[in-house]
């Protein structure tokens, strides 16, 4: 590709906002279960914002200040980009503005996507069961599932998607993400893992599904010239949408 359509790419990105992203009334602390290997933004409105982190599995550390992660930036106006998070990153983010007060905490856990199970409802293939792990207590290994996404067709057959997460409930307790709930803990179990669910769908065009047409295009690929081996990307693209 051209040098100059490149560097347009890279610049239409942040501006257009094409970033899915997540917010927590300010204030406020939410937890949220998400992917690895899928670019999010962490809202946060306060201009001079400056972040802490935590990441809760391995060794036991303290809030450390954000400064020099490869794969983390922080935006002008306060939000947090990450960039193909990894699953060691699931954590503690929390949003400070310039006068030392918190503004809103967030705890990420970034479910591995190389583990998804992926299933398609129209060939008859199930998602995973709830299972019972045996830690101390009994909890409940289970699947919350997102709302269907948008069909990927209107007026024509399409499919749409659903991601499930990982969750573990405890007798009584609030459910919580898989790996915040384990935090340092090693278990491996085939059940802990974040789902995937396909189904065909059929719908008619709106104002709204033709609006959300807005697709990109362009080609950025490299032959590894010894391997043969091409890694496709699609940086605008999101399994969250
Ligand atoms: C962001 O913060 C500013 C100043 O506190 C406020 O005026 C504005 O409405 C906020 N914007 C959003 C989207 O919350
Ligand atoms: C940031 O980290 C990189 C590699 O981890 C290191 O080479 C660089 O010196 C660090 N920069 C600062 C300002 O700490
Ligand atoms: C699995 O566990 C969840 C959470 O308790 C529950 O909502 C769901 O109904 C269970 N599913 C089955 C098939 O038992
Ligand atoms: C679609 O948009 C047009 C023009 O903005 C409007 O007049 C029409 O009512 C909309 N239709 C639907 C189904 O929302």
Not at 127 to 132: A, C, G, Q, R, S
Not at 162 to 188: F, I, K, N, S, T
């Amino acid at each position: 590709m051209p040098p100059m359509l490149w560097l347009l790419l890279q610049l239409a990105a942040p501006v257009l906002g094409f970033y899915f992203s997540i917010s927590c009334p300010s204030g406020n602390q939410c937890q949220q279960a998400l992917l690895s290997g899928n670019d999010i933004l962490l809202y946060c409105n306060s201009s001079g914002a400056h972040w802490y982190y935590l990441f809760t599995q391995g060794e036991k550390g303290t809030l450390t200040s954000l400064t020099n992660i490869s794969n983390m930036e922080i935006m002008p106006e306060g939000s947090l980009l990450i960039k193909d998070p990894l699953p060691s990153q699931t954590g503690l983010y929390h949003c400070w503005n310039k006068n030392d007060r918190q503004v809103v905490q967030y705890e990420i856990d970034f479910q591995d996507v190389a583990t998804l199970h992926v299933t398609h409802k129209g060939l008859g293939q199930r998602p995973l069961e709830n299972e019972t792990l045996h830690l101390g207590s009994k909890e409940l290994i289970f699947t919350r599932w997102e709302p269907w996404q948008d069909c990927n067709h209107c007026e024509e057959p399409g499919e749409r998607k659903r991601l499930g997460y990982c969750y573990v409930e405890e007798h009584l307790e609030e459910a919580m993400p898989c790996w915040l709930y384990l935090g340092d803990v090693q278990v491996w179990s085939s059940r802990l893992r974040p789902e995937l669910q396909v189904e065909a769908c059929h719908v008619h065009c709106t104002n709204n599904t033709q609006l959300k047409m807005n697709y990109v295009i362009f080609d950025s690929f490299r032959l590894d010239e010894e391997t043969e081996f091409v890694w496709l990307s699609c940086p605008l693209g999101s399994i969250y949408r």
